[in-house]
């Protein structure tokens, strides 16, 4: 089946560094790819929306200058955390519809990445 | 904007026995899609089951089951012969049937404990 690989798994960073997640569709192509973030004990909340060759569509409080959101080809999208902070920690997941048409679409998700900001 | 509600942060079930997760939610359109994905200890998320809001026959998978009512705006997932790894976290989901890729919205969850 369809495969998102998504790295890396985990990430230590210093505060005010800047972290790169890598999401990329292994056998399909995904024209968008979502993005999301998991508080430990909570669910997944979209952050954004990525499109391949056009600009990200951010959900309402989400800083677009802090996560950057990049999906330069059909099988690869980047969400970048700059300047990041202790808050920033937290479990990010990549998902990408497969083509197909609404009724036969299937999403499937990356095995996320764990950031962590001393 | 859609919301999908699950009020039961944590449910228990003994092996081999039956569990019934709920979940409802709110929306305007007529026309949606809804999920239950599970996420393991290793956080991956696994489709579960998906149902179709046209669809009045309620969508199984093997052990799993859902019971969809339109009208009351529910969707509870039915885990029949439970098994040890079915432990998990099970989130409700929601998505529109609108043209193009949609997002899916997320319950907030419930963690399922099978007991030996």
């Known amino acids: 089946g369809a495969v998102v690989s998504q790295h890396p798994s985990w990430v230590i960073c210093k505060s005010g560094t800047s972290v790169k997640i890598e999401c990329r569709s292994l056998d399909f192509q995904a024209t968008t790819m979502f993005w999301y973030r998991q508080f430990p004990k909570q669910s997944l909340m979209l952050m954004a929306t990525s499109n391949e060759g056009s600009k990200a569509t951010y959900e309402q409080g989400v800083e677009k200058d802090k996560f950057l959101i990049n999906h330069a080809s059909l099988t690869l999208s980047t969400l970048t955390v700059t300047s990041a902070h202790p808050e920033d920690s937290s479990f990010y997941i990549c998902s990408a519809p497969s083509l197909g048409g609404a009724s036969n679409e299937k999403l499937f998700f990356g095995s996320g990445t764990q950031l962590s900001v001393l | 904007a859609q919301t999908v509600t699950q009020s039961q942060p944590e449910m228990s079930v003994q092996e081999a026995e039956t569990v019934t997760l709920s979940c409802t939610y709110d929306?305007?359109?007529?026309?949606?899609?809804l999920f239950w994905y599970k996420q393991p200890p290793s956080r991956q998320m696994i489709l579960v089951i998906r149902q179709e809001a046209y669809k009045q026959q309620n969508a199984t998978e093997n052990r799993f089951s859902v019971n969809f009512q339109k009208a009351a705006k529910s969707f509870s997932l039915k885990i029949s012969d439970s098994q040890l790894g079915d432990a998990a976290m099970y989130f409700c989901?929601?998505?529109?049937?609108?043209?193009?890729?949609?997002?899916?919205?997320f319950g907030i969850g419930t963690k399922l404990q099978v007991i030996p």
């Open positions: 989901a929601y998505r529109s049937a609108a043209g193009g890729y949609q997002k899916v919205t």
């Open positions: 929306t305007s359109e007529s026309d949606y899609y």
